[in-house]
Each structure stands twice: as structure tokens, then as C-alpha cells.
């Protein structure tokens, strides 16, 4: 890919083609939870939609069907953890695609696009869910708190295809891969809130005072969880 990058780059300029527009879209959420460390237990994590919008640039060699496609999109999703508990997480995502097309006329072309998205957090990446209980979280006897991190930089890959009409109009729907965990999740039963010094500010705890908590227990009295969620991108863009 990178070898194919380099050569569309060498395209002289009367072979290249140019374009900038504006893409948005919504994304539709898929969380892979690994398995809570040494604990039966399971998470109820769902996700719920979200949207992306930016500029973004082209270039074409229409004569191969290759190109190149990079966009800057600013990106809000978010998921919910049982009935009551929302994160919303706010990202500047960077996708570098090499794209192939086809005609299927004088007015549309079919084209697949492949590559890496650069993803970092500009919101909220920590958060402690103060007061999960046994509907939150099945297999635990009683209620706990948990924090939920979220990494402040990503890598996925971007897997797509879509149709271009009149040279102006983009649909496409993608798949977006992440390389390695974007999140991790860790749950401390009550019981073992008690056993370890009763560590508490008034019924809520801070993630600090969750760090420092989690500082004076053993492993084998937590659980964590890794996340790797991938999204679903359904997106329209307009080249000028």
C-alpha cells in the first residue's frame, strides 16, 4: 500500500486530479469485550449512533483508478452501560485511504477504498460509574463501582466501498478495524470496597480516589475488561 501511495504521488499533474469537499456520516457502534480478568462476569455494554463531519481531499489518476483520500473529521459516539450510565466520547479522526474505481456509465463510479485511521480523544476519557448493580453487570451477587478509560490515541484500519455520481457526490459505507484495545473497564465488587478500608467519599468516588483504591487491593479482587470497538461508518460526502 505504501509502494502504491508513492507512486500516485509521482503522478505528473496533468494525469492527477484534485478535489476537496466536505464528508459526514453516522457511525453505528460494535464493542469486543474481552473477558473480565479471573471473574465470571458480563457486561452490559451497548452502543448508541453517532456522527462525523470535515473537510477532506482527493487525488485521482483516472487513467489507473487509483487515488488517495485523507479527511480531518471531528467524531461524537457514545454507549450506554445498563439502563442509567452514558459515556460520550468526543475524537479528531485522520483516515488515509488508497481508493480504486471503476465506471458503471458516464455518470457513476464504483470504487473500494483501504488504509489507516488516526484517532484522538479531544473529550472525556475517564469516567466512574459510581452506582452499577447486579442488571448492570450480571454474575456479581451485589452492586459495585467501576471506571470505564479510554485510550487518548487510536489505530484502526478502514475497510470500504461506495458509488460516486456526477464526479461531485460520495455514498460509501465502511468498516472501521481498531489495531489493539481502545478502552478497558474495571469493576470492584461492594464487597471488596468494604474489605479495603472502606475507601469512600460519600457514596461517590472520584478516579483518583478509584486509582488510589485500586492501589491497596490485589489483583484477584478486580475485574477488568479490554474493549476493542470497532464502528460502522455510513457516510456522505460532496467534492467540489
Not at 462476569?41 to 483516472?62: T, V
Not at 479528531?92 to 477504498?113: H, M, Q, T, W
Amino acid at each position: 500500500m505504501a509502494l502504491m501511495a508513492a507512486a500516485l504521488l509521482m503522478a505528473t499533474p496533468a494525469q492527477a486530479q484534485f478535489s476537496f469537499g466536505v464528508k459526514g456520516g453516522v457511525t453505528l457502534g460494535s464493542n469486543d469485550l474481552m473477558a473480565f480478568t479471573d471473574k465470571d462476569y458480563a457486561l452490559d455494554l451497548n452502543n448508541y449512533a453517532g456522527f462525523f463531519i470535515g473537510p477532506k481531499m482527493e487525488l485521482r489518476i483516472p487513467i489507473l483508478g487509483f487515488g488517495l483520500e485523507a479527511a480531518a473529521l471531528y467524531s461524537q459516539k457514545g454507549m450506554t452501560i445498563g439502563d442509567n450510565e452514558t459515556f460520550k466520547q468526543n475524537s479528531f479522526l485522520i483516515p488515509l485511504n488508497v481508493k480504486y474505481a471503476f465506471g458503471i456509465g458516464n455518470i457513476a463510479n464504483v470504487f473500494i477504498a483501504a488504509g489507516p485511521e488516526f484517532g484522538f480523544n479531544v473529550g472525556e476519557t475517564q469516567r466512574v460509574f459510581n452506582n452499577l448493580t447486579t442488571d448492570d453487570i450480571t454474575n456479581v451477587t451485589t452492586g459495585g463501582i467501576s471506571a470505564y478509560v479510554a485510550k487518548k490515541s487510536t489505530l484502526a484500519i478502514n475497510v470500504g466501498a461506495g458509488i460516486t455520481l456526477l464526479n461531485h457526490l460520495q455514498v460509501a459505507l465502511n468498516y472501521n478495524m481498531p489495531w489493539g484495545k481502545t478502552s478497558e473497564f474495571t469493576y470492584i465488587d461492594s464487597s471488596e470496597i468494604e474489605n479495603a478500608e472502606n475507601i469512600k467519599n460519600g457514596g461517590e468516588v472520584s478516579y483518583d480516589t478509584f486509582e488510589k483504591l485500586t492501589g491497596t487491593m490485589e489483583k484477584a479482587e478486580l475485574a477488568t475488561s479490554y474493549i476493542k470497538a470497532g464502528t460502522i461508518q455510513l457516510s456522505v460526502a460532496y467534492l467540489f
